[in-house]
């Protein structure tokens, strides 16, 4: 019976976790509170968006899998940054529609190309990246003064950008389980043949995946812009690893044909509040990646042989 | 060889019986084997022929009999007793690693597996293999030394055939469908060969459609149907024609019911003219409103590549394709083959009923629940799902139930035409009568079907049917003509197809050079070398080769190290940040403590195998794994160095430095480098199984050697390799960066793919690798020289990695429609 549960409702782990991390955090810190928590969740925005994209990339299935993802965020982060101080709805909007361009071309490739996904998105990533760098020098990096105080203003107690996360939240679990392209992504992330025999365009289902992902990359880049207070080369990297571990321990199926949306952002929220307590406990930052990464391995050996179980 | 008349069986199946759930496979079926006997085993599609010989291999446990060796009775009979009773199966789906050659493919099965190799063992292993060859299919020309994706299934079927022959202890061999591929002449020689055996006193039992040579190979025939013994014969005493009559039986005239056809709607849904592609010949067919149309034939006659042609042709509907289909309808498909191309495993009934017409159910955009569960609550009634509601899970369900589902989805799907692919594979009769109903019930509403069943039987639910043989239809059977018999005779009519496919191979060198995985890395370096010099000539001094060709050298050791790990069919996403932490090791806690440093590295290789062992036994991609083990690698690097510093050893260096006459002393280590992981992967014995693993796992084991200790060993290797590349990079360095080493990652990706490996596995040029990373440094050279911004490099990085793959996309298409 628990078993069941604990099946049926994957997001028990992180939310486990998160309370167990936001107990460790008081303890080493003497501090209790609230505030813990929404700071955290305000932090945890950033890697939440990638690992809600990375989510739906992975549930197309196939080994499907953007690694691109970082770069396209600090791309974002500058388009948005350059044109925001003309128009910030342009800039929104340029810097969302840079992120699905990119994302399409990730799919396309890897659809009508043949190029494995992970190839695929490695080789983009980098394109990007370089142009990133040739962009850079070019670009004003400051973000608009108005969009800034919006993003850090408060909303009843939550952050803005925590209300963004859980609008972009609801938007996207419609998006995947109320839809016809939500059933059908999952369905061809089960079983592409016989997706492909139930008359799904498979191909459209995939490339359509990864835009989407690229375009919620490109949202996390102008948010992450103006919340850092400008865009820099590098911004992305932090974000890499915590995303894909949300995304994974969240109950993300890493064969596909599986998701999670509040699992998924409850893994984030976990990843947050892991690296807030391995700030506060002081750690160097050697011993904060080896444990960030014998974590992430062991969520992985957990829940993939889970999902194996059930079969 | 006649058996003697006192003489008693070697192997005795006594009253076996099979059941998948309640399908009953087998029922009560005996049969004895004696010393030197062949045996012909006949039935039509679906007799149970090859569940008995899974039994007999010891694959499927039987439900219930006994299985007699000696007249001694077995308690346990698995595949390790069948070996150990001599018992040796050729395989239909053919059971070798196309990546290695013939004779490795033979010498994986017999050689010691010791770790050191006897001088000249691939030697003696080529002519071995040569004999047996020649020994049984003289005249072959078939080259042991060639890798097996490179012969004709013919070949492939004779080295198949060999390879179950090179067993010590050979007792009973059996041959299913041994000779479906191959010529009349080759298959005369295996009919001796087959004799031969037999004066030898071993046991064959021989499957095969082809009557005749049934006739001609066997001393006595014993007949299969519906997984029961339908009696003996020797084949002296009977004719072809009485042998087709015996499978298929009487004719049963239930054809009461199908007397009252309802008036034909003369409205085509589908008509097909002359259809004809790489595996069908000249296919005219067409099917009408209203109808149920049956295909069969033997196995693999083209059926299945008929029907995916049809459903492809619903994207161009109601227009004439230029391949002749014309389809004027919406269609669906449901495949038998649940889990390969049915079912969605993780989803319920309902989910799985529903996917396919989502739009019936929905409300302006979104997908009404109410609506939906209507609908499928309304097929879970009348189909009469066995499962506790329309939310049960689909794999909880038996096949039977699942096949429903799929039957559903199908006619739910809206489609007036249903193309339906082996639809009872494996389904009880009672549920096998419920599909029969609700196709009747469906063909009413004026839906029409194209059924083909791999069961003759099931045919006769239909109005029309075709039978085809070897890509052609031979006949087409109205209502009343449709019997398991009429069948039976088409499916063995001999047809000639009037385009000849050509087999011929043209063998010159240049298409040995421009075929070679090697040439394109080779050719890439060369150009770069040359372009470099034509820039600046002085690069081509020794100093200048020594300081290129040095900073070459860790990328060319990342590279090898990473080939190791996808030569097993995996990828190393972690290698960037482990070639760091070696840095690290190296400069920093092999100068302070050596014993702890050299401790540490050997503690390295383990982690890395222990990676490899996480990802076999947890089935975990290893993209993940890695990607997650980096920051391990990263989070010790960062312990030992916080920041950058030390510095490389003394001996390093003198050896990195080594002034080595005329050659200067990286490229010799480049050479080395390469030459050694050759050996390791092409001449070592070990290294066939290392290589044979990334290309069919089951083909190794079933030869003996652990799956699980070849990855090992090849991330172990990786490990050494990535060893390597960090002392160079030190040596290059000078020094200690956990972060410095992180573009190899990327680019030994992108180095193995241009030095012609395979992604998926099992195919490695260490010699092309090499090349390719030389090439890949000059380019970086080259982007200097040529003032462009050091930005653009991982851009030309990127887009050559994918370059490379899209030319071998189009390369791979043009071989394809050679």
Known sequence: ?311 | MKRKQEQSPYMELVEIDKFFGVTKALQKVHLDIYEGEVIGLVGSNGAGKSTLMKIITGILPPTGGQIKVRSQELSRYTTKEAKEIGISCAYQDLSLCSNLSVYENFAMLNIDHGLLSKRYWRKKAKKEAKDLLEQYFPNNNIDVMMAVEKLTLAEKQIVETCKTLMMENLKILILDEPTSALSTDKARQLQKAVKELSNKGIAVIYISHKLDEIKEVSDRIVLMRNGQNMGECIPDEIQTQELIQMLGGENKSNKSDKESIQKKSNEIILDIKNLTTKSLYNIDMEVKKGEIVGLSGLVGSGQTQLLNAIFEARKRMEKSSKNGIKLNSTVAYVSGDRAKAGVFPLWDIHNNILISNLDQVKKGLLLNKKIAQDLTKHWYDKLKFRAEGIHSPIMSLSGGNQQKALIARGIVSGADFIILNDPTAGVDIGTKQEIYGLLEEAKKEGKSFLLYSTEDAEIEICDRAYIMHKGEITEELNALEITVANIVKASFKEVVHKKQTNHNKKHNWLSAVTGSRAMLPVATMLIMILVNAYMNPNILSYSGLRMLMGSAVPLVFAALGQMFIVVSGDIDMGNGYSIGLINVLVAVVLTSNPIFGIMALLIFIAAYSLMGALVHVRNIPAIVVTLGAQFIWLGFALIFAPTPGGYSPEWLNAIYKFKFPVIPMPIIILIIAAAVSWYILYRAKYGMILRGIGNNPIAVERSGWSYLRAKMTNYAISAVMVIFAGMSFTAVCLGADANAAVSYCMLSIATIILGGCEMAGGLVTPAGVAAGAIAMSFITTLLTSLRVDSNFQTAVTGFILIFVLAIKLISHKKEGAK
């Open chain 1, 1 to 311: 019976m628990i078993k069941k549960a604990l099946n049926q409702y994957e997001f028990i782990w992180p939310l486990l976790g998160s309370v167990l991390l936001w107990g460790l955090i008081g303890i080493v810190s003497g501090k209790f509170g609230m505030n813990l928590l929404f700071s955290s969740s305000k932090l945890a925005t950033f890697a939440l968006l990638l690992a809600l994209a990375q989510m739906i990339v992975v549930t197309g299935g196939d080994g499907a899998i953007d690694l691109s993802q970082t770069y396209i965020l600090t791309l974002c982060a500058y388009v948005s940054s350059h044109l925001m101080n003309t128009n910030i709805l342009l800039g929104l909007a340029a810097a969302v529609l840079v992120g699905a361009l990119c994302g399409l071309a990730n799919g396309v490739i890897n659809i009508y190309l043949k190029v494995p996904a992970m190839i695929t998105t490695l080789a983009t990533g980098y394109i990007i990246f370089t142009v990133v760098l040739l962009a850079a020098p070019k670009m004003k990096t400051l973000p608009n003064s108005e969009f800034v105080s919006f993003i850090n203003s408060n909303f009843h107690g939550f952050s803005m950008l925590t209300v963004i996360c859980i609008i972009v939240a609801l938007l996207l679990a419609v998006l995947l389980y109320k839809t016809k392209y939500g059933k059908q992504l999952h369905a061809t992330g089960q079983n592409r043949t016989a997706a492909k025999y139930t008359g799904i365009n498979v191909n459209f289902i995939i490339v359509a995946a990864f835009t989407l992902g690229g375009a919620l990359c490109g949202l996390a880049g102008v948010l992450c812009g103006a919340f850092i207070g400008g865009a820099f080369q590098d911004m992305g990297s932090t974000y890499f690893l915590p995303s894909i571990a949300a995304a994974f321990v969240g109950g993300t199926a890493a064969s596909g044909g599986k998701s999670n949306v509040a699992g998924v952002c409850l893994g984030s929220l976990m990843m947050s509040f892991m690296t807030t307590f391995l700030n506060a406990a002081r750690l160097s930052p050697g011993f904060q990646k080896l444990i960030l990464g014998a974590f992430l391995v062991l969520i992985l050996v957990a829940s993939v042989s889970n999902s194996s179980k059930k079969k």
